[in-house]
């Protein structure tokens, strides 16, 4: 039996039901909590629970081996999007040293039918950059991920930075190498 | 065109609806839904508070499910009869949602409201183990509540839970009226 195929097949899901569960949720969250600085955390809390799990699913897929630069890193980052989410990010804008770059993207199944009010600090696809951060510190990258645009606060895309800050040393469980 | 002027501020009512056929990955979506019950259960005291909770996370799903796929499978048209909207639920909704349909749809024997749509391997549950001592959770409670959200806004108020029967069985407890009207539906 071959592995690739049968057991390691990506299921997939209609994206609707993606995006309505994570509008129910995200409004839920906004109900519960009066302050919308701790949905953002929330959110991307959450965002980071999944991306230390993905990182497995990503690396059982796609059998990646680890990066040695940050731009090897940045491809790996829009392959997964493209695995997860079914959307293609831009990577682009890089700093001259090499250690930030920007995904910038026009559609987003988390973000379809959403509509905020203005002059509201909700960042509604926290999800993502926590999921991002969460994934990186399993294979011992730190990074800072921030949104720089984003299209439902009016801004022609959605621009989510990415800035690596160092190699996690002592992450490495015992036993490895 | 001159629609540049309008375009600026264009609201989502403005863009065409898509066809729906996107897809994403299950193993996204299946840790999405464990956040929302480790979120929910962090908020209640009891198993029937987080049951509760995310039925109100399903319905808010249901809520907004509905208008979209009449409109998009039904040409707008609504159901007026019980049966066909049952039936809408267990076939197109789920088949259109989750990618296959609700296994069966049934009718107590005893009580005339009450319905069953079962459903061997619900989506949601895939990855869930229950741990024994909250055995009487079942996280598909959230598609309970998109079924109930899709019979109350479409005109059949109804409560829904969700039991561990054959897999996962919906019970859909419909209001007095909704039977009453059916029948002299019926009748004509």
Known sequence: ?177 | MNMSSSRSKSSILDKPLRKGKGEVSLAFYALLFSEIVQYSQNRSHSIQDLQFKLSEIGQDVGTRLLDLYFVRERNSKREIKLLNMLLFIKSTLWKVLFGKEADKLEHANDDERTYYIIEKDALVNKFISVPKDKGSLNCAIFNAGIIEAVLTRSGFPAKVTAHWHKGTTYMVKFDDSVITRDKTLDDR
């Not at chain 1, 993905?54 to 040695?68: G, H, K, P, V, Y």
């Open chain 1, 1 to 177: 039996m071959s592995r690739q195929t049968s057991r390691l097949d990506a299921k997939k899901v209609n994206s609707e039901l993606l995006t309505l569960t994570y509008g129910a949720l995200v409004s839920q969250m906004l109900k519960e909590t009066e302050n919308t600085e701790d949905v953002n955390k929330h959110l991307e809390r959450i965002g980071y629970n999944m991306g230390v799990r993905l990182i497995e699913d990503f690396l059982a897929r796609t059998t990646s081996t680890r990066c040695l630069e940050m731009r090897e890193t940045a491809d790996k980052i829009q392959q997964a999007f493209k695995l997860y989410l079914s959307m293609q990010p831009t990577v682009t804008s890089w700093s001259s040293a090499g250690d930030e770059f920007s995904l910038v993207w026009d559609h987003c199944p988390l973000s379809e039918w959403v509509e905020m009010p203005s002059n509201n600090g909700l960042k509604y696809c926290a999800l993502i950059p926590g999921a991002i951060r969460g994934a990186l510190q399993m294979v011992q990258l730190d990074v800072q991920c921030w949104f720089v645009q984003d299209q439902l606060k009016g801004d022609p895309v959605t621009e989510l930075r990415v800035k690596y800050l160092k190699r996690l040393e002592d992450a490495v469980p015992a036993g490895e190498d």
